[in-house]
């Protein structure tokens, strides 16, 4: 019995003092840069919310046509909608680092991102000649 419990000792010593426990946690300055940054895109994001209406609307009408004079205003309240409630989060929560260490809630981070073109796959040929007829 006691030689188990040594031989236990001894492994549980050797697990322990392994280096894998040595590991540098994050420094202090690069958690605060993070908290700033989650801060100021949080209170831009609360500031600007309203912008998401007419990026809304343009980006609608642009992609989908007429029917975009209708559906992008709608659109773009509820982008409005989203954008100060995840501003805010950002803003009162800065110090938290959720979702993902200080990531942004939304995507694309600020509403002057994301106007790029909507890009479209090419179409393929209607009709494909098919294979062995005509050819002899």
Request: glycine fraction near 10%; proline fraction near 6%; charge should be neutral.
């Amino acid at each position: 019995m006691r030689t188990k419990t040594t031989l236990l000792s001894l492994l549980l010593l050797m697990v322990f003092a392994t280096a894998s426990f040595a590991v540098e946690g994050q420094q202090p300055e690069a958690i605060a840069e993070k908290m700033a940054f989650k801060l100021v895109r949080g209170v831009t994001n609360v500031a600007t919310a309203v912008v998401e209406v007419p990026k809304q609307s343009y980006l609608t009408v642009r992609d989908r046509g007429g029917v975009g004079y209708v559906v992008g205003p709608l659109k773009g309240i509820g982008m409005a909608f989203y954008r100060l409630l995840t501003g805010a989060a950002e803003t009162v929560f800065f110090a938290v680092p959720q979702p993902g260490y200080y990531d942004s809630l939304i995507q694309p981070e600020y509403v002057w991102q994301g106007w790029e073109e909507k890009r479209v796959e090419p179409r393929k040929a209607a009709v494909e000649p098919a294979e062995g007829k005509g050819e002899q």
